[in-house]
């Protein structure tokens, strides 16, 4: 492998052949997601968490070495392929079961929070004049459940490789602030166990900011929270055909022939999702070292897809275009947590 002090892809000829580039860069998103895994472990990384931590290394990695060209269909292969793996296994984190015995109500909630997390991202990047894909992206991510939702959403409305993965960097980071924010605020709040666990789980990103947030609360208002984003989960696979409706629209009235591809990962992630809620665990064992077992398998692919899109990311080109989203989206999850607090 090549390296130079370059953002650009690398021009230099490709020694390896086929097979060896791609088990390569396939090894080499795994060894940054494990350096992030490492980087996680260190106080205060701990409460960044390993995604975040294994995206900062590999935009880290970009910006000094460049592209690490002569591997790039391995790269390649991670964030796209191992991607859609990941948000498949993520199905199994969804039990619709759960969702629609007990948190129907949470489940209202959810789509209020989702609408309005969108809406006004956008609305502030157009007032912004900020960059709308990146915009588009952090409200989905701010709305749903962070680089899951993200990482659905980008295929379908053509989102660049560097956009995504500036996007989930963004959102791993400031879920992780608001998290500890949450925590600090806690026992200064009029808010019972329950009450508090809803206001995380229908306001905070990602699940693990959600599980990070919602401990304090003890196991009731861990178990209430984690049920409030469950919904939110739940939410993004109607949103996803809402966003395939819109785009094809948008071309139709476009008059342009680009087509949407149909996100069929979305078919497995329905799938696993009611195996895991109906058949798994019932009709069919599922030792909960096995569950556990594919939970982290999920999480290692998620991360190692996400080196593979953070390794695109150059920070010179998107310096200017990733800041003013981060101020609406900042702001949205601001007025979001308050809008969520009196809500509940």
């Known amino acids: 492998m090549t390296a130079n ?7 230099n000829s490709n020694p390896l052949t086929p097979k060896t580039a791609w088990i390569g860069g396939v090894l080499f998103t795994f060894l940054i997601a494990f350096l992030g895994y490492g980087l996680a472990q260190v106080p205060g990384f701990d409460q960044v968490g390993q995604l975040a931590c294994a995206i900062i290394i590999a935009v880290f990695y970009r910006q000094i070495f460049g592209y690490p060209n002569a591997i790039r269909s391995g790269i390649t292969f991670s ?15 969804l039990n619709i079961d759960t969702v629609f015995s007990d948190g129907l109500g949470l489940l209202l909630r959810d789509m209020v929070v989702i609408a309005f997390a969108i809406l006004l991202t956008v609305w502030l990047a157009k007032r912004f004049k900020a960059d709308k894909t990146i915009s588009l992206l952090l409200g989905v991510g701010t709305g749903v459940c962070g680089a ?3 990482a659905a959403i980008a295929p379908i409305i053509k989102a660049k490789d560097e956009d995504t993965a500036i996007s989930v960097g963004i959102i791993a980071l400031m879920g992780t602030v608001f998290a500890i924010s949450y925590t600090i605020l806690r026992p200064f709040l009029p808010l019972d166990d329950i009450e508090y666990g809803m206001w995380v789980g229908i306001s905070l990103h990602e699940i693990a900011h959600v599980a990070l947030a919602g401990a304090p609360a003890g196991e009731d208002g861990l178990a209430i929270a984690l049920l409030g984003k469950l919904g939110r989960v739940f939410l993004l696979v109607p949103l996803c055909f809402i966003f395939i ?3 094809k629209r948008k071309n139709k009235e476009e008059k342009t022939d680009a087509s949407i591809q149909f996100p069929w990962f979305l078919l497995g992630f329905i799938l696993l999702s009611v195996l895991g809620s109906y058949v798994f665990g019932h ?3 599922f030792p909960e070292a096995l569950r556990e077992f594919v939970s982290t398998a999920t999480t290692w692919l998620l991360t190692a897809a996400m080196v593979g899109l953070g390794l695109t990311v150059s920070l010179r080109d998107l310096r200017e275009r990733a800041m003013l989203p981060l101020a609406a989206m900042t702001i949205t999850s601001i007025l979001l947590s308050v809008f969520a607090y009196y809500a509940v």
């Open 5 to 11: 002090n370059t953002n650009s892809f690398q021009p």
């Open 79 to 93: 964030s796209k392929r191992l991607l859609r793996v990941a948000i498949i296994l993520y199905g199994l984190k």
């Open 148 to 150: 899951a939702a993200i």
């Open 245 to 247: 409706f819109l785009m």
């Open 283 to 285: 009709s069919v064992p």
